[in-house]
């Protein structure tokens, strides 16, 4: 199955389940499939077909979710463009990406001059023109694993930001490992704290999703205070964060607020030991996972030992390769380096991305 039809199975089974949250707002299983279903039979009679793109440029909401499935379920891949990045830089992705579709919000229609031509379809309008199209699940006879699922774009930390096209053999490939590495079932509830457009959120979200278990969604700008009391309040039990971002919950804590963490899932920089001893025991299970954007965001993970001392002073793994996943360590031309000595990663299998838009 694709990442969405695993959705739409799970949405089958446990209809009436909550899917996600957001202060008062909530979206059972049933409820957010059904938009989800909508929104994308529109898109679909819009001529949306299998590699192509449509922009997201929403803060995280509900809407934020029901845009990324329906995109997928009507066939095409979806460009994560955050509004909290600057101007200049969202009008490059706009223009890099060309995108037949853009789904924003209102609050959002005046951020950039929208190219012209395509439709941009608000997702929290009072009446959208798709709420009246069907609820059912849209039939996709010609998306194969090889279709691009989404397409996020670098930092541009040397040079311009590149567009990196993931296709659904990599999302489904991460989402399968994802599943079992974080242990996430029905009874889990998972925080979404980080932007769309990061790498990491992709398997935050869909993870969860096809496992029948919770999205607990963070304002749309993200206050680590508030989050301590998010988790506390919807007794969140996994985590997957930056080490840095982890680091401002714990230090915006008044006592035990944290204590219903059962999995912290940590990549994007380096952990350090001495500030996982700071959670309260019985402390959560730690898993390290590390994977460029352009390997589907994840190529290899580790299962850190609870003991932490082991790691003071030294670096924890970034561990074995996730399933159908290979990695090297080379030298400078191209052969493999003997144990304990230094080389350049390599990475080969299903995640690889197809390369740059």
């Not at 089974?13 to 202060?23: C, E, F, G, M, S």
């Not at 922009?55 to 009507?74: F, H, I, Q, T």
Request: with cysteine; charged share 20%.
């Amino acid at each position: 199955r694709l990442v969405h039809e695993w959705f739409e199975a799970q949405a089958a089974k446990t209809p009436d389940a909550i899917a996600l949250v957001q202060d008062e707002a909530s979206l059972t299983y049933a409820e957010l499939n059904a938009q989800a279903n909508r929104l994308a039979h529109y898109l679909r009679s819009l001529g949306v077909q299998p590699d192509d793109r449509v922009g997201l440029c929403v803060e995280r909401s509900p809407g934020m979710v029901v845009g990324l499935l329906a995109v997928l379920k009507a066939g095409g891949a979806y460009v994560p463009l955050d509004p909290g990045y600057p101007a200049d830089r969202l009008a490059y992705m706009l223009e890099d990406s060309a995108p037949v579709a853009v789904l924003t919000q209102q609050s959002l229609q005046t951020l950039l001059a929208w190219p012209a031509g395509i439709p941009v379809l608000t997702l929290d309008a009072d009446r959208a023109p798709w709420q009246d199209a069907p609820a059912d699940d849209p039939v996709r006879g010609t998306l194969s694993p090889h279709h691009l699922a989404y397409v996020i774009y670098t930092s541009g930390s040397t040079g311009q930001p590149k567009g990196v096209m993931v296709e659904h053999r990599g999302l489904q490939n991460l989402i399968h490992w994802y599943r079992g590495a974080a242990q996430l079932t029905e009874r889990d509830r998972m925080l979404v704290a980080t932007s769309h457009s990061f790498d990491l959120t992709q398997r935050v979200i869909h993870g969860p999703l096809v496992s029948g278990a919770r999205l607990v969604l963070c304002g749309a700008r993200f206050d680590p205070h508030t989050a301590v009391s998010l988790i506390e309040r919807q007794r969140v039990t996994v985590v997957n964060l930056t080490p840095s971002t982890l680091h401002a919950l714990l230090d915006s804590r008044h006592g035990g607020e944290l204590r219903s963490l059962e999995r912290v899932l940590l990549g994007g920089e380096p952990i350090v030991p001495a500030r996982l001893l700071e959670l309260p025991e019985p402390r959560p299970d730690f898993i390290n996972n590390y994977g460029p954007t352009e390997y589907s965001a994840t190529a290899a993970f580790f299962p850190v030992p609870r003991d932490l001392d082991r790691y003071q002073g030294r670096s924890v793994p970034l561990g074995r390769p996730i399933p159908n996943t290979r990695i090297y360590i080379l030298d400078a031309r191209g052969e493999p380096t003997p144990i304990g000595v230094a080389g350049e990663l390599h990475l080969a299998g299903v995640g690889v991305a197809r390369g740059y838009l």
